[in-house]
């Protein structure tokens, strides 16, 4: 296995020298071997691990974040919001590993026991920084924020209002009215519903909320980039160094 195992790994590694994650399981299945084999012997090899699927380290694409992956994720995680990442790749399984580290990284969720041997549980405390940001006007009456965000993008995926408030564990008539105090305080329209089954039936949004959406995620984007920036000046230099 030790002979074959290596050229596998000699294989599926990148010009860079290292084996991605994706690859690494992909070994594991085609050798019908465990990941935690694979990844001992690439260290043994001196071949590291990149691309962690799950998110924890290297550049992986985001997707669309969705609540019912990450209600999903909180199920399995313990009480400091931490997921194995066994039982993050389990739930993969229902959606896939897109959204699964997008609902990770989104939700501020953490991941612990690699399954490669990446990384141990962590020793130290964790610190993160964490923003809120909304809109109001100068009555401070809400006008655009996260939650709201939320409830127009489950209705623009599912097409309907009621699965939309099911998704988020809310009733449909606390979900309109929402939406009516929404599009009271924007003075625009939002949502198009149209009663009926097929095509015609069912629940839209405008133009204008997508642009508010589009909006608002990228103000949000921006704030939480300067601000993670901002926060590992001040509090995280020299943190990993040893003392």
């Known amino acids: 296995m030790s002979k074959e195992l290596d050229e596998m790994i000699e294989r599926y590694k990148g010009e860079d020298g290292k084996l991605t994650c994706a690859n690494a399981f992909k070994v594991a299945a085609k050798l019908k071997t465990t990941a935690p084999i694979v990844g ?22 985001l997707g669309v974040y969705k609540q019912e992956v990450f209600t999903d994720l909180k199920f399995v995680a313990d009480d400091r919001g ?30 612990i026991y690699c399954e490669l041997g990446c990384f141990a549980e962590k020793k130290r405390t964790r610190l993160y920084v964490k923003t809120k940001t909304w809109i109001e006007n100068q009555n401070k009456d809400l006008l655009f924020g996260k939650g709201k965000t939320e409830i127009l993008e489950l209705i623009k995926e599912h097409g309907s209002i009621s699965k939309a408030a099911e998704a988020l564990g809310m009733s ?18 939002l949502v198009i519903s149209h009663k009926g089954q097929g095509e015609d039936g069912g629940s839209k949004l405008t133009p204008k909320a997508d ?11 921006d704030i939480e980039n300067y601000a993670n920036e901002r926060f590992r000046e001040l509090f995280l230099k020299g943190r990993g160094k040893k003392k």
């Open 82 to 111: 931490r997921v194995y990442c066994k039982d993050a790749r389990e739930l993969a399984k229902k959606s896939n590993l897109k959204s699964v580290r997008t609902a990770i990284l989104k939700g501020r969720l953490d991941v």
């Open 40 to 61: 001992q012997r690439a260290k043994d090899l001196d071949v590291r691990i990149s691309a962690c699927d799950l998110g924890q380290f290297g550049k992986q694409p």
């Open 172 to 189: 449909y008539k606390k979900a309109w009215t929402h939406i009516k105090i929404l599009q009271k305080n924007l003075e625009d329209e």
């Open 211 to 221: 642009e508010y959406i589009s909006n608002y995620k990228l103000l949000q984007d």
